[in-house]
């Protein structure tokens, strides 16, 4: 069974950055499709950022998606930290050979969430 565990969520002032790391065990993300979506509060879990199977990095906006398949692990640097941004942010391994991907219901396996919030 395939478990994500995120970290690296904590309080961050507007303006500032934070990389939140999704480390992967009893499965592999080498060749998978990986994602990071998240959720405040009252609202749907909405989509934030994805890499294919074989990408290395994405850049979404202010979000960068990357992968160190060495090291079993899907990052997300996200930059010019806003309020908006505060949620809890979860990571999610897709399909085996898989290009992005934009919604929930294409994660097989999600971690536990990490909170992020931004505030002054």
């Known amino acids: 069974q395939v478990q994500l565990v995120e970290s690296g969520g904590g309080l961050a002032q507007p303006g500032g950055s934070l990389r939140l790391s999704c480390a992967a065990s009893?499965?592999?993300?080498?060749?998978?499709?990986m994602g990071w979506f998240r959720q405040a509060p009252g609202k749907e879990r909405e989509f934030v950022a994805s890499?294919?199977?074989s990408a290395g990095r994405s850049v979404k906006g202010r979000f960068t998606i990357s992968r160190d398949n060495a090291k079993n692990t899907v990052y997300l640097q996200m930059a010019s930290l806003e309020p908006e941004d505060t949620a809890v942010y979860y990571c999610?391994?897709?399909?085996?050979?898989?290009?992005?991907?934009?919604?929930?219901?294409?994660?097989?396996?999600w971690g536990q969430g990490t909170q992020v919030t931004v505030s002054s």
């Open positions: 999610c391994r897709g399909t085996s050979y898989s290009g992005a991907f934009y919604f929930p219901t294409e994660c097989n396996y």
């Open positions: 009893g499965g592999t993300i080498s060749n998978y499709a």
């Open positions: 890499i294919n199977w």
